[in-house]
């Protein structure tokens, strides 16, 4: 929007400052309009870098931390580098979230058993954001979320998760390589089973 605006502002000055009528601009402001939105798209293609999603960007490390399971252990992100992990963050309350979770099932059941050709497996990790705790296990149970590492952070007191990787909307999530890079973000279901599919022995 900002863009937009300052574009309309420098072409009324040069219409001022070349004395061009109303008329004229007419024919020259559609064409040149077209050609400054072509060098931006053409720009960004370039090798700008790729803006943020939320917090990180696709290509950085994954952010370390540890916290306490759903079972009362202590987990670290870093753990389970070696394997590829699926950081998802979501909510019981969230009804875009509830409604992705099958995805998620699907996913862990295609691939939590199978052997990589870099990696020595594959985790799906989630980071509950809530208002409040009491729903969250149940949802965990209704949507077969079966799998071990479950992370709860309130919305009151946020903690170091949803901080240092500033989620501002969920769902969310991100594809981790073994190295622990983020390679993907906010990728459909049909994309993380295409990319691990190609990963597979």
């Known amino acids: 929007m900002n863009v937009l605006f300052c574009w309309g502002i420098f072409l009324q000055k040069i219409k ?32 700008l870098p790729k803006p943020k999603v939320n917090g990180v960007q696709e290509g950085e490390m994954a952010p370390d931390f540890t916290e306490i399971l759903l079972d009362g252990s202590t987990f670290s ?25 099958p995805g998620l099932v699907r996913i862990h059941q295609e691939f939590h058993d199978k052997e990589f050709v870099d990696a020595g497996g594959f985790h799906i ?33 946020p903690n170091r998760i949803s901080k240092t990787y500033g989620m501002g909307t969920i769902p ?19 994309e993380i089973k295409k990319y691990l599919k190609g990963k597979m022995k």
């Open 125 to 157: 990790v989630n980071v509950a954001i809530e208002s409040d705790s009491s729903n969250w296990k149940p949802a965990i149970e209704k949507d077969g979320l079966i799998w071990k590492h479950h992370v709860l952070t309130l919305r009151s007191n």
């Open 172 to 190: 969310m999530s991100y594809l981790i390589d073994p190295t622990g890079k983020i390679i993907g973000a906010k990728w459909s279901e049909k």
């Open 77 to 101: 992100l870093s753990d389970l580098r070696g394997d590829y992990v699926l950081l998802d963050f979501w909510g019981s309350w969230c009804r875009p979230c509830r409604k992705a979770n």
């Open 16 to 47: 001022m400052k070349n004395n061009i009528s109303s008329a004229q601009s007419k024919g020259w402001f559609p064409m040149i309009t077209i050609l400054f939105f072509l060098s931006l798209i053409l720009l960004n293609s370039c090798g």
